[in-house]
């Protein structure tokens, strides 16, 4: 029978590898196999260690979520921890990839941890809505302390190898074969007194103030699962270790089922599937090894320094050599900007700003594979660019536009070379943000669009394919969602409380706070220009604050007031006195979660029409744009799982 799990002694050290492709998840199968690893080897009395090593591109990257929705199998997960620390003879984890979650929790029942230093630990279990069910916030702040045990919980976030040796989470981090250095180890270790197994080790007990001050931290309006890690972690230092451990598991499973967790699990394997669309299973990408950039404005150098980041280098186009060194200097304060942020030494940034080339003639571009073109959204403007690069770029060359509104197809019109030609959208700031909406026109070669989606890998980005209408997927949603914010207001609903709303429902700024951040203008405008061609388009309640100069925050106000050099959004009584007469008097009032309820649909019906148009290929798509794009609180999932429209 196929095990997962195989033994081979190396004299008196057992080498245990875990071989369960493709993310060596603890399923099942593993822990049975695992447990039957920990007797096989208790029982034979020439062994005196064992390492725990995994085949593949990683270590234990937890456990495995395909199973969440079923009843847990025996052995469990805390109990085969357990087993492990128990064990006749010391168990050593020995890392590379990523020790996550249950891998992690496997590896802490482990007597020690080595791992080479690529290596990564964590607890992501709140990213899946769930906290870690098989000791993690017990036996975590007994291993490394309260402090730390609380940022890894309750933040999600992994741990490179060195910081975690620093903070006490492994013992080693070994340079050169690991398993040749875990043995070294084992043997060292076995010539000397063995450290007291975690769960027998003491837990320092922290005061109110203490947790008062990280449940600020942890707290995101809607989102349950961090607070509880949170919960579960005091616990562990205020209980014996069973009880702590009972109550964690207690937690666990009443999250594991909770409506957070579906939703989060749902987006985890949307994210995973976004990057490999049926249609392009069998296309190759092209090869990029130059990227051209034409604009250098803020969109322009952010998606520069997203293919700096990414190891492309970068032709810079701008009109003169006034605009050049303008672009030049906003690429270099956004390096600046992840410099201030920890994210960059300044050595790093010095090679990534070497790698671009700044030029204002097309003819620099004569050897790029891909250009994107990222300048002013006119039509006139934008055709302008790619006659221009057709004239100057390879006959082969893929040539992108960012527009967010424009028809690729207008763009593009009889230009030669249509095979090429494609759509990529993406947000600003655009070395940050995760979605890139790739339009394919109707005769892009498929693999110009498969280039489009391995670009998107290559700069870590999620890919959602989108077909051509008004703002392709995520600005057509926005629009309705801003338009039935409207309709709330005009039905007597206050601006502030739609606002709070969203906020309460988990979005960072509701919709009339983001639109006084980014502007009313640019919307405006559209609306204006699209009256100019014919179109029959109502006046808004947004056309009205901007008719009174009221653009946002830029002008001092928009849907709400602002003083000097503050952003605190304040009611105002002139846009009350502006849309006065828009208004419905006495109307019956809502409460918070029935106006959220409503602006969630208004988006959910307008995905549904663009899934009917075929504008997008599926509900999971749609929320990924919501999410990497528009702020759309992870853990409800998306508008079209939260409304159940997700397939
Ligand atoms: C937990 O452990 C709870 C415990 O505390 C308590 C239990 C009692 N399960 O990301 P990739 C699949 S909660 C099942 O593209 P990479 C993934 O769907 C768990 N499948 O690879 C994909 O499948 P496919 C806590 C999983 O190299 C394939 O593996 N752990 C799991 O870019 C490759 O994935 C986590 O949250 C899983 N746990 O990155 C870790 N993980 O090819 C989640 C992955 O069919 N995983 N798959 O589409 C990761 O962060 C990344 O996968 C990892 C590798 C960094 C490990």
Redesign the pocket.
């Known amino acids: 029978m196929n095990t997962p799990v195989s033994i081979h002694p190396q004299g008196d050290i057992a080498i245990v590898t875990l071989d369960n492709p ?2 060596n ?1 603890i399923s099942a199968a593993v822990r049975k196999a695992l447990w039957q690893a920990v007797e096989d080897i208790d029982a034979d009395p020439t062994l005196r260690a064992a390492i725990l090593i995994c085949q593949g ?2 270590f234990i ?6 199973e969440f929705g079923q009843t847990p199998e025996p052995p469990h ?2 109990d085969l921890v357990d087993h492990l620390e128990a064990a006749r003879v010391p168990w050593i984890a020995a890392i590379h ?2 020790a ?3 891998g992690f ?1 496997i590896a802490m029942g482990c007597r020690f941890r080595v791992a080479v230093p690529q290596a990564k630990i964590g607890l ?2 709140v ?2 809505g ?1 906290i ?3 000791s ?1 916030t017990v036996r975590t702040p007994r291993l490394a302390g309260v402090e730390v045990a609380v940022d890894l919980v309750t933040s999600g976030k992994p741990m490179a190898a060195s910081k975690a040796r620093e903070a006490g989470l492994i013992d080693a981090v070994i340079e050169g074969d690991l398993e040749a250095g875990a043995i070294a180890f084992a043997k060292a270790a076995l010539a000397k007194p063995l450290p007291a197994p975690i769960s027998a080790r003491p837990v320092a007990k922290m005061d109110d103030a203490f947790w008062e001050a990280k449940r600020k931290l942890a707290a995101k309006p809607g989102h349950r699962a961090p607070l509880e890690a949170l919960a579960a972690l005091r616990r562990a230092t205020e209980l014996p270790f069973d009880a702590a451990m009972a109550a964690e598991r207690e937690s ?1 499973l009443a999250l594991r089922t909770s409506d957070e967790a579906a939703a989060l699990r749902a987006v985890f ?1 949307a994210e ?2 976004a990057p490999r669309p049926d249609a392009l299973r069998d296309v190759t990408p092209r090869k990029l090894a130059q990227v051209g950039v034409v604009g250098g404005g803020t969109m322009g150098a952010g998606i520069a320094a997203a293919l700096r980041s990414a190891g492309l280098p970068v032709v810079l186009i701008e009109r003169d050599d006034h605009a050049l060194a303008r672009g030049i200097d906003t690429l270099a304060k956004t390096f600046a900007g992840a410099i201030k942020r920890g994210k960059l030494t300044e050595q790093a940034r010095d090679a990534l700003m070497e790698g671009v080339t700044g030029a204002t003639d097309y003819a620099a571009l004569s050897e790029c594979d891909l250009v994107i073109e990222a300048v002013f959204e006119e039509l006139s403007v934008k055709r302008q660019v790619f006659e221009n690069l057709i004239a100057h770029c390879r006959r082969d060359a893929i040539l992108a536009t960012n527009t967010s509104y424009i028809d690729p197809r207008e763009i593009f019109a009889g230009l030669p070379g249509a095979e090429r030609f494609i759509g990529l959208h993406f947000f600003s700031p655009a070395q940050i943000m995760k979605l890139l909406e790739i339009v394919p026109l109707p005769d892009t070669a498929p693999d110009v669009l498969a280039t489009g989606f391995a670009l998107a890998k290559q700069l870590n980005k999620i890919p959602v394919r989108a077909g051509i209408c008004e703002g392709f997927i995520g600005n057509r949603i926005l629009k309705r969602y801003r338009a039935e914010a409207e309709t709330l207001v005009r039905r007597g609903v206050p601006i502030a409380q739609v606002d709070a709303a969203m906020r309460g429902y988990g979005f960072r700024m509701g919709p009339f706070e983001a639109q006084d951040l980014g502007g009313l203008d640019i919307a405006y405008l559209q609306r204006e220009g699209a009256r100019a061609a014919g179109q029959d388009v109502p006046e808004t309640l947004g056309d009205i604050l901007v008719g009174a100069g009221r653009k946002g925050q830029k002008t001092g106000g928009g849907w709400y007031d602002y003083t000097e050099g503050d952003r605190t959004p304040q009611p105002s009584a002139r846009v009350a006195e502006l849309l006065a007469p828009h208004i419905a008097k006495d109307a019956p009032g809502l409460e918070d979660v029935q106006i959220a309820a409503q602006l969630i649909a208004a988006m959910a019906a307008e995905g549904e029409a663009i899934l009917t148009e075929g504008i997008a290929d599926k509900a999971s798509d749609i929320d990924l744009v919501e999410i990497h794009g528009y702020g759309f609180p992870r853990w409800k999932g998306g508008p079209m799982f939260a409304s159940g429209k997700h397939r």
């Open positions: 493709p993310v998840a591109r990683t990257a937890g456990a495995d979520v395909r997960l805390p990839g990523s996550l979650g249950g929790e992501p279990e990213t899946l769930i870690p069910g098989a993690g666990f394997f995973r599937a």
